[in-house]
C-alpha cells in the first residue's frame, strides 16, 4: 500500500513537471489587469458663512477622524518667517477654557489626538479618534482653533526650541542643503524662505494674534470629515460646533512668479574642511501641483529617483559607490514647482556624481524607457496609492487637496487608470519639457576648498553663507603661505617659542553652559595638562536638579574614564588609545616635526567677518584641521571628525576673547558646536608651573 502510494505521488510530480515544462520562460508574462481603484464617493457642502465640508463615508470601524485645512500657509509670513509653524504650534497650549496641560490631559485620557501644523499653501488642524468620543473631540479641536491664547510663556519656549534646532542645522550639510535648494528653485516667491533666529527673536504674541484673526476664517477653509457617520446625521453636528464662525476676508497671493532656471550655474554652501562628503543636487525648474502632466511627472520621476529601483541609485550606489543613495523629488506647491535630484557623495567624487546624474537626465530625454521598466514602476505606483487609501488622515487630505489646487472632482478616481495609460512616449515629452540639462541649477553644500574646482566646469559658482546670504566666491581661495611660515607665525603671535616651552602645566577652570535640543545645562569644568602628554578633566553639570559628573584620567600611557551611570571606569585601548594620547599632548604645535605630524595650508577663507587660513594637521592616528586667524595669527578655530554611536559626528569649536597669561595669549571663550548640542565655556582662571603632581592623572 505504502509502495502504491509512493508510484502514485511520483506520477503526480511528474504531471506537474512536464505541465511546466510547457511554459516558455524566455518570454516575460503579461502583467496582470490593473488593480481596481476604490477612491470612494464623497459628499460637499457648504455653510452660510464659506466654510466647505467635504464627507467620507467609511463604516469599516467606529472611528472618526477630522481634519480642518486653512487655505494659507507660511507663504504669509512676510517679514517675520515661521508665524505660521508658531500659531499652529501654540493653538494647543493654552485655550480661554483650558492650560495647555489641561488640553494635553483631556486629550489623552480620551484617547483622542488634536494637532496642527503648518506648510506653505496651508495650514491644518487635525483631531481623531473613536465615534463615541466625537462630540468631545470637537469640543477639544473647535476650543484649540477659536480660542487660542498664545500665552507668552509657551511662544518663549518655542522660540527657544526653534533657535536651538536651527543653531544645529548651520552645521547640517542635509538641512543647509534644503534650504539652498528653495532659496536657488524658488528664490523671488516666499517659498524661498525659511526661519531664521532673526526672524523667530522677532516674533511677538501680537503676531500670532493678528494672523490668527487674518487668516483662520471659514471662507478660507475646508473641512474633511472620514469615518463611521452618515452625511445626514453629521451636518447638524457640524453646523452646531462651526456656523458661528465669523467670516472674513479671504486672503490674495499676489507675490511674484519664481524666475525660472534658464543657464546651469553652480550654487555653493562652504562647511569647512571638517565635511568629507558633499550634499550635491541638480535642480530643475518643475510644475505646479495642479500640472495636468503632474502623474506622467510622478512616474517619470520614480523611474529616475524613487527609491532602490530608481536610475539615479542603480548608477551612484551600485555602479559607482559614489554614496550610500541617490534620489529624486518633486515639489509642487499651488504657485511654483521644483525638482531635485541629490545624493550625499565623497567629496572626491562631487564633479563624477554630478555628472552621471546630468547623463540620466539626458537618457529621458533622448531615449525611449523600456516596457518593462515602466510596468513595474506602474504596478508599484498602483499599488501605494491602494495601500493610502486605508488611511483616514490620507484620505480628508486627498479630498482637501481636490478643493486646495483645483484639482478634477474625479481626479483620485480615476488616478489609477491614469498611471496605467502613460507610455514611454509620454514619459519622453515630459522629460524634454522638464528635465533638461540645459535648464539646471547645482546645488553643493560641503568643503567649498575641496570642490569648487570640480564644479566650475558645470557654470558659474555662486556662494552663500548658512543663512543663504551672498557671499563672494574669492573667500575660497588658494593659500598664500606656507605650512611652516604660518605655523611660525601662530607660535610668535602666542607668545614665541621661550615662553610656550617654559610652560610645564596649566590648570585651566571654566564655566559651561550647554544647549541640548532645546534644554539649557550649565556646569564647570577643571582640565590639569602637564607636558608632555597628561591630562586630567573633570566636567560638572546641574541637570533637572541633580549633579552629574564625568572625569578622565590620561598619564601619559593610559586612559581612563568614568561617565554618568557607568557602574566602573573603562580603560582605552587600541586606536582609541593611540589617539586620546596624541589629541592630549601639550603644547605640540611646538614639536609637530619631531612627532611626525604633516601640516597642509588647504586655503584661506572667511569665518564670519575674519579671514582664515584653513591648516590641516595629519596625524599618526587621525587629523585635525587649524582654522588660523590670517591678521592675528591666532587660533580662530578647530574642526575635527569623531566617531560616535550615530556614525561620524563633525566639531567645531571657536576660540575668542583672547588675553596674555604669563606672556601667553589664551582663549577665554570657546563655542563648541556638536550638531545638536552646543556649548559655550568662559574660562575664569589659567594657572602655570603650580607643580602639579602626577598622581592627579592616575585613575582614582
Do not use: C
Request: charged share 25%; aromatic share 8%; net charge neutral.
Amino acid at each position: 500500500m505504502k509502495k502504491l502510494i509512493a508510484i502514485l505521488v511520483v506520477a503526480i510530480v511528474l504531471s506537474s513537471l512536464q505541465g511546466f515544462a510547457q511554459i516558455d520562460r524566455s518570454k516575460k508574462p503579461n502583467p496582470g489587469p490593473a488593480p481596481k481603484a476604490s477612491f470612494p464617493d464623497y459628499s460637499e457642502t457648504t455653510l452660510p458663512n464659506g466654510l466647505k465640508v467635504l464627507i467620507v463615508e467609511n463604516h469599516a470601524q467606529p472611528v472618526v477622524t477630522f481634519r480642518l485645512m486653512i487655505k494659507s500657509g507660511s507663504e504669509f509670513d512676510a517679514g517675520k518667517s515661521g508665524t505660521a509653524s508658531f500659531v499652529s504650534d501654540l493653538l494647543t497650549k493654552g485655550t480661554k477654557n483650558r492650560t495647555s496641560l489641561q488640553f494635553a490631559q483631556e486629550a489623552d485620557n480620551l484617547g483622542v489626538s488634536v494637532g496642527a501644523s503648518a506648510a506653505d499653501d496651508f495650514m491644518s488642524v487635525g483631531a481623531g479618534g473613536l465615534k463615541k468620543h466625537m462630540t468631545k473631540i470637537l469640543d477639544l479641536m473647535t476650543d484649540a482653533l477659536f480660542n487660542p491664547t498664545f500665552p507668552q510663556e509657551e511662544l518663549e519656549k518655542t522660540q527657544k526650541q526653534t533657535i536651538s534646532g536651527l543653531v544645529s542645522e548651520r552645521k547640517s550639510p542635509e538641512a543647509v542643503a534644503n534650504r539652498l535648494q528653495i532659496t536657488v528653485g524658488f528664490n523671488v516667491h516666499p517659498y524661498s524662505m525659511f526661519p531664521t533666529e532673526e526672524s523667530v527673536k522677532s516674533i511677538t504674541r501680537e503676531d500670532l494674534v493678528s494672523f490668527h484673526s487674518k487668516y483662520y476664517i471659514p471662507n478660507n477653509a475646508s473641512l474633511a470629515i472620514v469615518g463611521d457617520v452618515t452625511t445626514a446625521d453629521i451636518k447638524p453636528i457640524i453646523r452646531k460646533y462651526f456656523e458661528n464662525w465669523k467670516k472674513g476676508t479671504p486672503p490674495k497671493a499676489e507675490f511674484s512668479a519664481p524666475k525660472p532656471l534658464m543657464e546651469p550655474a553652480v550654487h555653493m554652501v562652504d562647511l569647512g574642511a571638517s565635511q568629507t562628503q558633499t550634499a550635491l543636487a541638480i535642480l530643475s525648474s518643475g510644475m505646479k501641483r495642479g500640472d495636468p502632466d503632474w502623474v506622467t511627472f510622478g512616474m517619470l520621476n520614480s523611474i529616475l529617483g524613487g527609491g532602490f529601483s530608481g536610475r539615479l541609485f542603480q548608477n551612484l550606489r551600485e555602479t559607482h559607490s559614489f554614496t550610500y543613495g541617490a534620489y529624486s523629488e518633486m515639489d509642487g506647491r499651488k504657485a511654483a514647482g521644483m525638482w531635485s535630484a541629490s545624493a550625499n557623495v565623497r567629496r572626491i567624487a562631487t564633479d563624477s556624481a554630478a555628472t552621471e546624474i546630468l547623463h540620466e537626465m539626458d537618457r529621458l530625454t533622448t531615449e525611449l524607457v523600456k516596457d518593462e521598466e515602466l510596468d513595474m514602476h506602474k504596478q508599484y505606483a498602483s499599488g501605494r496609492f491602494l495601500l493610502s487609501l486605508e488611511n483616514p488622515g490620507a484620505m480628508a487630505t486627498r479630498v482637501q487637496d481636490i478643493d486646495l489646487y483645483g484639482l478634477p472632482k474625479d481626479y483620485y478616481k480615476t488616478y489609477i487608470s491614469r498611471v496605467m495609460a502613460i507610455t514611454p512616449a509620454d514619459l519622453q515629452r515630459v522629460a524634454k519639457k522638464y528635465l533638461s540639462t540645459k535648464h539646471i541649477a547645482i546645488s553643493a553644500v560641503g568643503d567649498a576648498a575641496s570642490i569648487t574646482d570640480q564644479l566650475k566646469k558645470f557654470g558659474p559658482v555662486k556662494m552663500y553663507d548658512p543663512e543663504m546670504k551672498p557671499v563672494e566666491a574669492a573667500v575660497v581661495s588658494k593659500a598664500d603661505i606656507d605650512a611652516e611660515t604660518l605655523l611660525e607665525r601662530h607660535i610668535t603671535a602666542l607668545g614665541g617659542r621661550a615662553k610656550l616651552e617654559a610652560i610645564k602645566d596649566r590648570t585651566l577652570e571654566g564655566n559651561l553652559s550647554m544647549n541640548f535640543s532645546g534644554q539649557s545645562i550649565e556646569g564647570t569644568l577643571l582640565e590639569i595638562k602637564k607636558a608632555p602628554n597628561k591630562d586630567y578633566q573633570k566636567t560638572s553639570i546641574s541637570f533637572q536638579g541633580q549633579v552629574i559628573e564625568q572625569e578622565k584620567w590620561n598619564d601619559g600611557t593610559t586612559v581612563t574614564s568614568i561617565l554618568p551611570q557607568q557602574p566602573a571606569p573603562t580603560t582605552m585601548s587600541g586606536d582609541e588609545l593611540a589617539q586620546e594620547l596624541e589629541k592630549d599632548l601639550f603644547n605640540d604645535v611646538l614639536r609637530y616635526k619631531e612627532l611626525g605630524f604633516t601640516p597642509t595650508v588647504v586655503s584661506r577663507k572667511a569665518l564670519g567677518a575674519k579671514q582664515v587660513y584653513v591648516l590641516e594637521m595629519k596625524k599618526k592616528h587621525g587629523s585635525n584641521t587649524l582654522l588660523i586667524d590670517a591678521s592675528t595669527w591666532l587660533l580662530a578655530g578647530e574642526e575635527t571628525t569623531i566617531k560616535g554611536p550615530q556614525g561620524e559626528q563633525a566639531i567645531t569649536v571657536l576660540y575668542d576673547d583672547y588675553k596674555a597669561v604669563d606672556g601667553v595669549m589664551l582663549p577665554h571663550k570657546m563655542t563648541t558646536d556638536a550638531g545638536m548640542m552646543t556649548q559655550e565655556m568662559t574660562v575664569t582662571s589659567y594657572k602655570h608651573n603650580t607643580n602639579v603632581s602626577d598622581e592627579i592623572f592616575k585613575a582614582r
